[in-house]
């Protein structure tokens, strides 16, 4: 089995400090690992994805993540938030020992920049 | 170039209706998946074809959906006898390759309402 937990349902932060958005996942296998963010009335974008090597990982916006395997976490991490990255954020992992495509979607946070 | 597209955007109907949902991948893209988002939920898997055939179809809830993809580009997932507890947007993504490193792109989704 695949899960995703995502412990936070709302993070606010001040526009200009450092944002981190927080997942965990339980796979039985070793993961592939996604960020998405959904805009209101918008489909998931992608942003960024732990495959293999690096542990850190540098994707759209200026958001980066890090892979951190003894904590099974892979927490999502802007330097300096902007308002315009108000919105939702969905962590999503796959086992790829399990033999199958499907995503495992956590249930999102959301996220609320303040001017 | 195109993006994942799905029609209609919104659909109202009454319980114990029937449904079509379309979905027009990315050109080209062979792995096409769908996923069910309930509110205040993430996207939770439901089929997953690669070409025409469904590789996988474990998500889907009952007997009462179903989805095609006769042409290995376009595919329908049909809802049976819709109940209340079918509300919900319905999502589609397609993959260049049905490898599980392949971020998946989304489209839009279509919310549907069930009176």
């Known amino acids: 089995a695949q899960s995703v937990a995502q412990p936070e349902d709302q993070v606010n932060v001040a526009e200009g400090n450092p944002l981190t958005v927080k997942c965990t996942y339980s796979?039985?296998?070793?993961?592939?690992l996604f960020w998405y963010v959904q805009y209101p009335n918008r489909g998931l974008q992608f942003l960024l994805k732990y495959i293999t090597g690096d542990n850190l990982v540098k994707g759209s916006y200026g958001f980066e993540a890090e892979f951190n395997k003894s904590q099974t976490s892979f927490h999502l991490k802007k330097p300096s938030a902007l308002v315009s990255d108000s919105a939702l954020y969905f962590c999503a992992v796959r086992d790829r020992n399990y033999g199958n495509n499907r995503l495992a979607f956590g249930k999102g946070n959301q996220v609320v920049v303040i001017p | 170039g195109a993006g994942v597209s799905q029609t209609p955007s919104n659909k109202v109907t009454e319980k114990g209706k029937y449904v079509e949902l379309r979905c027009d991948p990315i050109s080209g893209h062979t792995a096409l998946y769908w996923y069910r988002q309930s509110l205040g939920q993430g996207p939770e898997f439901l089929i997953y074809?690669?070409?025409?055939?469904?590789?996988?179809d474990s998500g889907l809830p009952n007997d009462r959906f179903f989805a095609v993809r006769p042409e290995g580009s376009v595919s329908t997932l049909k809802i049976q006898r819709t109940e209340r507890g079918d509300s919900a947007v319905y999502l589609c993504?397609?993959?260049?390759?049905?490898?599980?490193?392949?971020?998946?792109?989304f489209g839009p989704g279509t919310r549907l309402t069930v009176l």
């Open positions: 074809f690669q070409g025409t055939g469904a590789a996988d």
């Open positions: 993504a397609s993959s260049p390759q049905p490898t599980g490193w392949d971020e998946q792109f």
């Open positions: 796979v039985s296998g070793n993961p592939y």
